[in-house]
């Protein structure tokens, strides 16, 4: 009965059937999960015990030939806005036929990430080769909040299926029937056993939708639905030092090889020195950057300038408040720079670290 109501939309089943159809067929699949924190695992005690390879077990239980290819794109404390722009190399490289995605617990439910989630969903469903998106909306356990008004939004008016992991618990919680702490640790993160019920329902919404498949007449993708929002971040793109040479004055490419596809702590730049600065020309009306903000404190403090407008720099304070461990942070510089033409963007270090580097680790521009 409860959970029921964890299928917040089934959606149209061309999208899952297509997926199912391919399994049965050609018995070969590729999926891919796209999420924060809880996608990537935190708190589960093993791989094995995380709701992204639980759920993507139903999938050989169902198709016991099936050559199924599993791919966890989760990275702790990033938004669909950073989802948006790393979706090209982190999931479409992948070639998946289904997408998982999850950024309920780390959006906002306001326009910001309104228009970033759908630019999101839009990129997902553009591709020729993605056959399914499924939106799934975690919760904070003690307050219920998530985005997925925004996100469900969304969701129905491109007709994907949604589980809702709130609408299954947390009304639970509010009655008294379950102990929020069976779930989670912290009111965020799932235990072994919130990472179980999360997978759970995922699979509760596969075995609905597949007996819809079965009694269904497939008639191909749906056509892509009108925008709700500008969708201006459907062509974001990341700059890093794989792919970009910009100016370098005291600061060096970060080159080392990060041990996990989870850390988000590569392929930019650090400088330690007061006065070393990194220029870059890009194109965007929607210019973004990420950086690393440090708990080894004192960590430095640099200016971020475009076009050469001093009197409208922005402060990156790299020093982070925090023991949990560094932040990376994505901070919008501008949102309003002329479209279609190269801007000056020059980060300038203004006060020395003696505990940390200061490292920029992607500008990302969109709207171009």
């Known amino acids: 009965m409860y959970r029921k109501t964890a299928?917040?939309?089934?959606?149209?089943?061309?999208?899952?059937?297509?997926?199912?159809?391919?399994?049965?067929?050609?018995?070969k699949l590729s999926i891919v999960y796209l999420g924060g924190s809880i996608t990537q695992g935190c708190n589960a005690s093993t791989q094995e015990k995380r709701y992204v390879d639980l759920s993507a077990g139903w999938w050989k239980r169902r198709f016991?030939?099936?050559?199924?290819?599993?791919?966890?794109?989760?990275?702790?404390?990033?938004?669909?806005?950073?989802?948006?722009?790393?979706?090209?190399d982190h999931v479409l490289s992948h070639e998946p036929d289904v997408v998982f995605v999850e950024f309920s617990v780390n959006d906002s439910d306001n326009m910001m990430f309104f228009e970033?989630?759908?630019?999101?969903?839009?990129r997902l469903l553009k591709n020729g080769g993605v056959?399914?998106?499924?939106?799934?909306?975690?919760?904070?356990?003690?307050?219920?909040?998530?985005?997925?008004?925004?996100?469900?939004?969304?969701?129905?008016?491109y007709g994907l299926p949604i589980v809702s992991v709130r609408d299954n618990v947390y009304p639970r919680i509010m009655l008294g029937e379950i102990d929020p702490k069976v779930y989670t640790d912290?009111?965020?993160?799932?235990?072994?056993?919130?990472?179980?019920?999360?997978?759970e329902l995922i699979c509760e919404l596969l075995d609905e939708e597949y007996e819809i498949y079965k009694k269904s007449?497939?008639?191909?993708?749906?056509?892509?639905?009108?925008?709700?929002?500008?969708c201006r971040y459907e062509d974001a793109a990341v700059i890093n030092n794989l792919n970009s040479s910009p100016e370098l004055d005291g600061f060096t490419p970060d080159t080392h090889v990060a041990e996990q596809f989870c850390d988000p702590f590569k392929n930019g730049w650090t400088a330690s020195a007061k006065g070393s600065s990194i220029s870059f020309e890009v194109r965007g009306s929607i210019i973004m950057i990420q950086w690393r903000r440090s708990v080894k404190q004192p960590a430095?403090?640099?200016?971020?300038?475009?076009?050469?407008?001093e009197q409208e720099r922005v402060k990156l304070d790299a020093n982070f408040d925090e023991t949990w461990g560094d932040l990376c942070c994505l901070t919008m510089l501008t949102d309003k720079a002329e479209k279609g033409v190269s801007h000056r963007l020059t980060v300038t270090l203004e006060e020395e670290g003696t505990a940390s580097d200061f490292m920029l680790i992607s500008v990302i521009t969109a709207d171009r």
């Open 116 to 122: 970033t989630y759908e630019s999101l969903i839009r």
């Open 7 to 27: 299928i917040a939309d089934l959606g149209d089943i061309n999208y899952l059937g297509a997926a199912f159809k391919k399994a049965e067929e050609e018995k």
């Open 131 to 157: 056959r399914a998106v499924v939106i799934i909306n975690n919760l904070f356990y003690d307050t219920g909040m998530n985005a997925q008004n925004i996100h469900n939004a969304v969701g129905r008016q």
């Open 64 to 88: 016991p030939d099936l050559e199924l290819t599993c791919f966890n794109a989760g990275i702790g404390a990033t938004t669909s806005q950073f989802g948006a722009a790393r979706v090209e």
């Open 300 to 309: 430095p403090v640099a200016y971020a300038v475009i076009d050469g407008k």
């Open 217 to 230: 007449e497939l008639t191909g993708k749906p056509d892509l639905a009108p925008k709700l929002t500008k």
């Open 186 to 199: 912290d009111m965020l993160h799932p235990t072994d056993i919130g990472h179980k019920n999360v997978a």
